[in-house]
């Protein structure tokens, strides 16, 4: 071994060093705020969870897909729009499996404001499946006099929400294609309130105090499939549902990357072999 390669591989140990005595020293920062009490400034990192859709051929569970959008049908809805997403979305492959009967009755339960008729007024009609989910309120600020700020839509919700992950994470998710955090961060909001007396204390939410009181607990929806009804349960579901909502091809852009790569390595070495038979008879090839 050569006397460069020594210098390069003490130092390749000295910054290994340095970096777990770093995560010896957060560690037990850690465990000394533990005694004290959480952090009032940032939300903790929430915990990865396990998705079926993870992966380049992760696809959607059909039946969490159903039970999540049951959870926002009857709690999320009351509050948050879902405006990018129509009835009939919820018939399409890869997504939550509706028949078409089941589309059209429930856009049929719902009233769309439209119009205007021939007397110029806005009236009120059955949903259609070529409509998208109405809003709660009339406008943003009907909702913002009701709460004191509009919840946000959550169409894109799972995809636009995210968390920063600590190095050497980060450096590894890019090998795994971890991709999940939107899903993640929801769960851990909804798991989040850990505090009974302060319905608006939340532990991962950066700075604990988030404007939406606790929305679900242990037995608040009804499950038709036997799932146990459990707080667990409702956050992985509906944090399911809101990344399809975000993502509904998700499952034909991965069958569509799939056939991609497939193609660019054929291709590849086709031209390899091209390149080899025409530069076999010169000189040096």
Not at 102 to 124: C, H, R, T, W
Not at 134 to 148: H, L
Not at 189 to 215: E, Q, S, V
Not at 218 to 232: E, F, R, W
């Amino acid at each position: 071994m050569t006397h460069r390669m020594r210098h390069i591989l003490a130092g390749l140990a000295g910054i290994a060093g340095l970096c777990v005595l770093t995560a010896a020293g957060r560690a037990a920062d850690t465990t000394n705020n533990s005694n004290e009490g959480p952090p009032q400034t940032e939300g903790l990192t929430p915990p990865r969870q396990t998705w079926s859709f993870h992966g380049p051929f992760g696809k959607f569970d059909q039946a969490q897909l159903r039970r999540g959008f049951k959870v926002y049908h009857d709690v999320c809805g009351t509050c948050h729009s879902l405006n990018l997403v129509a009835f009939r979305d919820l018939a399409d492959a890869g997504g939550t499996g509706f028949s078409e009967a089941e589309v059209k009755a429930l856009a049929a339960s719902y009233q769309i404001e439209d119009g205007p008729n021939e007397q110029g007024q806005m009236f009120k009609r059955a949903g259609r499946p070529s409509d998208d989910f109405p809003p709660p309120f009339p406008n943003p600020e009907a909702a913002k006099a009701v709460f004191g700020a509009a919840p946000p839509d959550m169409s894109d919700l799972a995809k636009a929400r995210g968390f920063p992950r600590p190095f050497p994470l980060f450096v590894f998710d890019a090998f795994t294609q971890y991709q999940e955090q939107g899903p993640d961060y929801i769960v851990a909001i909804l798991n989040g309130f850990t505090h009974p007396n302060d319905p608006n204390w939340n532990l991962y939410f950066p700075g604990h105090k988030i404007a939406m009181p606790r929305p679900l607990a242990d037995g608040a929806v009804q499950y038709t499939d036997g799932t146990p009804p459990t707080l667990a349960n409702y956050s992985r579901d509906v944090a399911a549902f809101l990344y399809w909502a975000a993502e509904p091809k998700l499952e034909a852009r991965k069958a569509t990357g799939f056939r991609v790569m497939v193609f660019l390595i054929v291709f590849a070495t086709l031209l390899y072999f091209v390149k080899k038979r025409i530069w076999a008879g010169v000189a040096g090839h």
